[in-house]
């Protein structure tokens, strides 16, 4: 029986088992290296005009591996999302940086060039915070970098629209 896929001889009588995958992929990397010697080249190494071997990386790869947390920030600097990574912090992490009680009646509500924008539950809370605005903003330009935050503006609850005009009793 003639098999397409069978890789060994079959004639006579000692069978040579079949070669398992890997068997076959490691030869035919050894054959490419020896082929590729014989040339004079290896592959990913380049011959430099003294015929020193200079060894070629691949675009956009790396070397040795690298800690998780550098590796994170070379990608946030390289893609220029280091302020909105760091804004973000600042979102996630609220309670910490103005305290559980302030925390518990304000929240971050947006971030646009160098203004943050802080939402309170009540009036009261809404002044408290507006009275604390400018330690407020030092407090997150040192979590943040200086110059981060320019301005902070707080809004109290909406409490609808206003009616113009005369004075209205109910």
Do not use: C, Y
Request: net charge positive; hydrophobic share 35%.
């Amino acid at each position: 029986m003639n098999d397409p896929q069978d890789v060994h001889n079959s004639a006579g009588d000692g069978a040579v088992p079949a070669k398992s995958g890997i068997e076959l992929a490691r030869e035919a990397l050894a054959q490419a290296k020896a082929d590729a010697l014989k040339r004079g080249t290896v592959p990913g190494q380049k011959r430099k005009g003294g015929g020193r071997v200079v060894r070629v990386r691949e675009p956009g790869r790396g070397g040795d591996p690298k800690p998780f947390g550098s590796a994170i920030r070379d990608l946030l600097a390289s893609r220029g999302w280091e302020q909105r990574a760091a804004v973000g912090g600042v979102f996630g992490n609220w309670a910490a940086i103005v305290g559980a009680e302030l925390a518990e009646h304000t929240r971050p509500d947006r971030f646009e060039d160098g203004e943050l924008t802080i939402a309170a539950d009540s009036t009261t809370w809404a002044t408290q915070l507006r009275l604390l605005s400018s330690t407020l903003v030092r407090r997150l330009n040192e979590e943040l970098g200086h110059g981060t935050v320019r301005r902070v503006k707080v809004v109290g609850p909406a409490s609808g629209p206003r009616r113009t005009g005369a004075w209205r009793a109910r």
